[in-house]
């Protein structure tokens, strides 16, 4: 199974994210897509690059299914298996909670991590992985 992370290509945090996250797929389960690029329009998803609150999409390729935010965050949990499910424990706080926290975190990435670097190229492994 796998499963497309849609995130925003100019935040300097999704990019980094993406870097650690492309590393940590040992099962080979992720695929990135920017959300301003070609993957995204097509799956129309493109408006959540444009909204302030940072929204990170996560499509689960064998039946459709779209997470965003918190939701996203932990479903990337359980596609990466192994240790990482012991976050998918944050599913017993209040949905309200994981998504204040979510969107907290959101608003200020900008200012505390700054735009992705456009001069850094993925390495290898994340080429593989990165659609348009």
Sequence with gaps: MKWIVFFDGRCGLCSRS??????????????????Q????????????????????????????MTFLRSDAALEMARALGGFWRILLLAQ???RSWREA?????????????????????PDEQLRAKLLP
């Design 18 to 35: 993406i870097r650690f996250l492309a590393h940590a797929d040992h099962r080979d389960r992720l695929l990135f897509a920017p959300l």
């Design 92 to 94: 017993v706080l209040p």
């Design 37 to 64: 690029g070609e993957t995204s329009a097509a799956r129309q998803l493109t408006h959540h690059a444009a909204l302030d609150d940072g929204s990170m999409v996560v499509c689960r390729e064998s039946d459709g």
């Design 101 to 121: 926290f979510y969107r907290y975190i959101a608003r200020n990435r900008i200012r505390w991590f700054g735009h992705a670097d456009a001069c850094a190229l």
